[in-house]
């Protein structure tokens, strides 16, 4: 997909989805559909159970996915 269209359906290769816990707070939301320009409206429970994806806390797990192969480890601004 390009930059700006990454979604979490129709992967070309299979990879792992996370979908943080703060989307639970949303009736719907509106990840990318597959080109800079488009977007799926969809419930967070139902795009995380198409895409299998794993409920994490994205700050609360930081340590914990970043001592996987992800490598998910914070920046500091000036770092970027």
């Known amino acids: 997909h390009p930059v700006g269209g990454v979604c979490p359906f129709g992967l070309a290769k299979p990879l792992r989805v996370f979908c943080d816990v703060s989307l639970k707070a949303f009736t719907e939301v509106f990840p990318a559909g597959g080109t800079p320009d488009t977007a799926v409206c969809i419930t967070p429970e139902r ?8 409920w994490i806390d994205v700050m609360g797990d930081m340590l914990e996915v970043s001592s996987t192969s992800l490598n998910l480890l914070p920046v500091a601004a000036s770092e970027t």
């Open 47 to 54: 795009m995380a159970k198409l895409t299998g994806a794993e």
